[in-house]
């Protein structure tokens, strides 16, 4: 069992910038790959990012490439979504997600099936 929190969420202006992080607990967190996903109003959840158990191969969405990064801190149990350059599309709940398959890598990370635990979301927000 893993649990996942998300925090940063909020209202920002385009052009702006927010910092999502999501705390695990429950399970080695370093053994876990993790995934950021998000979901606007009316509309599927939608990948966003994702960086594997330890940090080496990151993958992005082609709609936030250039502007967000991932990263993850192991000694602290925490991924981060750096979200930069935010636009309008960007509004969503966000979600981050993890799974406990080290050896899976590519197309893997992009689709939901492949994680096992989800965190509540974090609303953000992008005014123009």
């Known amino acids: 069992q893993v649990q996942l929190v998300e925090s940063g969420g909020g209202l920002v202006q385009a052009g702006g910038s927010l910092r999502l992080s999501c705390a695990a607990s429950g399970r080695t967190f370093s053994s876990l790959g993790m995934g950021w996903f998000r979901q606007a109003p009316g509309k599927e959840r939608e990948f966003v990012a994702a960086?594997?158990?330890?940090?080496?191969?990151?993958y992005f969405a082609d709609s936030v490439k250039g502007r967000f990064t991932i990263s993850r801190d192991n000694a602290e149990n925490t991924v981060y979504l750096q979200m930069n350059s935010l636009k309008p599309e960007d509004t969503a709940v966000y979600y981050c997600a993890s799974h406990g398959r080290a050896w899976l890598s590519g197309t893997y990370y992009y689709t939901k099936a492949t994680y096992d635990y989800w965190g509540q979301g974090t609303q953000v927000t992008v005014s123009s």
């Open positions: 960086i594997s158990w330890n940090g080496g191969t990151t």
